[in-house]
């Protein structure tokens, strides 16, 4: 049984896992060579290259907000654009302060502490809950 088990995962990982050779730019040869580069097909046309590297020119900001100025400086951060508004940052804001405790339990207690859990309600209802039982079962 245990061997079956294994084969059979075995092949499972075979399967899966050789599609993603085939997109990794290598091809496995085997013996000293092991694995040799072969050419990847790009999914953008020479034109959508062109216009990338034009917007890049234009504005040489990454999606992360870091800008290239070269040099031994490198990449300095311009930050990113918000996409949330004032309206919705300060509802967060008021939400967060009426619920300090986020839905995983965690409460935000600042400085060294950082955060400490303290449970969420479900949790608490489901020990009120098992305390009642435990409870009934005694009588």
Sequence with gaps: MNVRLSLGLIALASAVSLPVLATSGYTNV?????AV???MPSVKSRADVLNDLAA???????????RDVGGDVGWV????????????VIQELMQAKRNPVSADGWLDVGGEAGAVYVGNRREASDA????????????
């Design 37 to 39: 580069p072969h050419a």
């Design 128 to 139: 009120h809950a098992a305390a009642a039982l435990r409870s009934a079962a005694r009588r």
């Design 30 to 34: 085997g013996g000293e060579v092991g």
């Design 56 to 66: 890049w020119k234009r504005n040489p900001v990454n999606a992360d907000g870091w």
């Design 77 to 88: 951060y311009e930050g990113r654009a918000s996409t949330t508004t004032r309206a919705a």
